[in-house]
């Protein structure tokens, strides 16, 4: 008979080594551990998309320029800013002949002086048309609403943002939560998010820093484009246009353009701030022509 074969011992043990209960178990925890690290990363992609893709707040209110914005030595309802006249509607003398938009002509003329940038300058321009068209006796000027501009948002530049040729900022401009901490109002949340992002409370968007519920009911869509969008600045002037003449208001008079101011915020500084610069703007357009 040939001599059986020796067993490989070895090869048995690591057979019975693999079937024991402390190895089942190490490979429990080894499987276990693997689905745990991939449910972490899985939670951190979908937290990265989430903060690329939602809007950010706009600077604290210690960093908002207008907080260097002197408040004008004149008292509420005493006097109403320059009117300039027609303003945009004045074509300028080539426009006819060589094409160029009297709207954009008119405000690259006035960017260097008043510091606007066009992109804003044609937008307040454009709303103070409109309204002049739909309610002449308000008599609405763009230095009004550029003066609220600067304050609110320095002209859709806040917080480093640069509006481009469709009038949206590089960076949606969303406003401080108002949860009625220091210095701000408690408002509860007003459109689940659709504007602000947050559909806690409420915060003020775009570059005329609207409230959402306020922007529900004056809206606008000056630039044609099918959708009223707060953050679009063409959009946003026509709305704070409506909005400073409700109510049949006059903001030729002093009466009506403070009324008007203090229905976008009921305070005497900030009244005080938009109608220097309004005022500003206007003469300085005078100059200029």
Not at 66 to 82: F, G, K, R, T, Y
Request: contains cysteine; hydrophobic residues 40%; glycine residues 12%.
């Amino acid at each position: 008979m040939r001599a059986r074969a020796p067993v490989a011992t070895e090869d048995w043990s690591a057979v019975a080594d693999t079937n024991s209960p402390a190895v089942r178990r190490g490979g429990v925890l080894i499987r276990l551990s693997i689905v745990a690290v991939t449910l972490v990363v899985a939670a951190v992609a979908v937290w990265l998309v989430q903060v690329a893709v939602a809007p950010r707040p706009s600077p604290a209110s210690a960093e908002i320029p207008s907080l260097e914005i002197p408040a004008a030595l004149v008292e509420p309802n005493s006097v109403a800013p320059v009117q300039v006249g027609p303003g945009p509607a004045a074509p300028e003398p080539q426009a006819g002949q060589n094409g160029t938009d009297p709207l954009r002509a008119w405000a690259e003329r006035l960017a260097g002086p008043t510091q606007i940038p066009v992109r804003a300058l044609m937008a307040y321009g454009n709303a103070e048309l409109a309204v002049r068209a739909m309610s002449p006796g308000c008599r609405l000027s763009w230095a009004t609403l550029a003066g609220i501009g600067r304050i609110e948002s320095d002209h859709g530049r806040y917080g480093g943002a640069t509006l481009g040729a469709d009038g949206r900022p590089s960076t949606p401009i969303i406003g401080v939560p108002l949860d009625g901490s220091a210095g701000v109002k408690a408002i509860s949340d007003t459109d689940g998010g659709q504007f602000d992002g947050d559909a806690a409370v409420d915060r003020a968007v775009g570059p005329m820093q609207f409230i959402p519920s306020t922007w529900k009911r004056w809206g606008a869509d000056a630039n044609l484009d099918g959708r009223g969008d707060p953050q679009q600045i063409d959009d946003a002037a026509l709305a704070a246009g409506r909005y400073l003449c409700a109510n049949g208001r006059d903001l030729g008079t002093p009466t009506g353009w403070w009324q008007g101011v203090f229905s976008y915020n009921n305070s005497v500084p900030y009244g005080q701030k938009v109608f220097g610069l309004a005022d500003g703007y206007a003469r300085t357009s005078a100059a200029a022509r």
